[in-house]
């Protein structure tokens, strides 16, 4: 029987956002669907894996982030996974998908490769380490633009900016790092050494990104196999933004062709047996806002009347009830016997 070893947190968990008040996956329950898949699942702590005695060469591995904050605790996963990238385990997703889990900065590095297929290059980004950077480069970008803080969701930290002014303003504030030592640092340097340049008080990363007007939504989108999970988000009022908009969300009965088509391109390229995917669509073009492989919200899944399937005829809805543990097993299942 083929194994899957699942890495938990230092409290036992598997994260699952808004499933009930634990936030976490049941892990006996995915261990019975597993078995009927012919997988054994075998638990593991992140800190319990064990390079000298054992080796995890084309394992799969199973395993969720963190957003901890400052994200001290997922900078010590991302060093378990480099070891076990280094010795060829199979990571569920890819260790670059990882990388890519809030932060902003390196999606944008991942849709300039290719990674996410050749549409979503359609919507374009620059992403920038410093004010300063930004401040050499602002008058040769496009206006108005979103600027968005490489790290974090529902719509925090994301602005709409009209020129070259509101950019600087908007990038000072979302990337500022200022603290007392670096001021003093700076002071003393440029006094004790005459042509010193100051270092940057603003580098916490962040893009630039093309704004798309007149958008009254979005869609979310989360694909699970050949599964696709869609939920529509709504604009308030005088916003721009549908992610934390708090609006009522809806599950469409009808969704352009395009838009489908699109969304199915770009998971098939991603080469993951799950993700969350943000799309934009002005009624001719779709674009890729935003995708994430790691900790993304479930709703659109555990509340979803219904999925979208594309079958020999186009595309079709499949009514039911959907569990979460159930439905992510059938995916990695699915993606274990590609």
Request: net charge positive.
């Amino acid at each position: 029987m083929q194994e899957i070893i699942v890495l938990v947190d230092y409290q036992g968990a598997f994260y699952c956002p808004h499933k009930g008040t634990s936030q976490a996956t049941d892990l006996d329950r995915t261990a019975f669907f597993f078995k009927q898949e012919g997988v054994a699942q075998r638990v593991l702590h992140f800190e319990d894996v064990d390079f000298r005695a054992s080796s995890y060469e084309n394992v799969p591995m199973l395993y969720q982030s963190s957003q901890d904050r400052g994200l001290h605790y997922k900078s010590y996963i991302e060093d378990v996974l480099l070891g076990l990238h280094l010795q060829g385990a199979r990571l569920i997703p890819d260790l670059f998908k990882f990388r890519a889990h809030h932060n902003k900065a390196f999606q944008e590095v991942l849709r300039d490769l290719g990674v996410f297929g050749a549409g979503a290059k359609s919507l374009c980004a620059h992403s920038f380490g410093t004010l300063e950077a930004l401040a050499e480069r602002a008058s040769t970008l496009p206006y108005p633009a979103v600027i968005k803080a490489a790290a974090g969701d529902t719509g925090a930290n994301v602005c709409l900016v009209r020129d070259q002014k509101e950019a600087l303003k908007v990038a000072r504030r979302i990337s500022r790092t200022w603290k007392i030592r670096d001021h003093l640092d700076n002071f003393f340097l440029k006094w004790q050494k005459p042509g010193f340049q100051a270092k940057s008080t603003h580098r916490r990363k962040f893009i630039v990104q093309t704004y798309i007007p007149g958008l009254d939504f979005d869609f979310k989108i989360l694909a699970f196999g050949d599964r696709y999970f869609a939920e529509v988000r709504g604009v308030r009022p005088g916003d721009f933004r549908a992610s934390g908009s708090k609006v009522p969300r809806a599950w469409p009965t009808s969704i352009s062709t395009a838009v489908l088509d699109f969304v199915d391109e770009i998971f098939k390229a991603c080469d993951v047996p799950f993700a969350s995917i943000d799309i934009l669509f002005d009624g001719k073009q779709a674009y890729l806002g935003e995708i994430q492989f790691l900790r993304f919200g479930t709703k659109p899944l555990i509340q979803a009347p219904h999925y979208w399937h594309k079958g020999v005829d186009g595309w079709h809805t499949v009514a039911g009830t959907f569990d979460w543990e159930q439905e992510l097993v059938r995916a990695i299942s699915q993606f274990l016997k590609k």
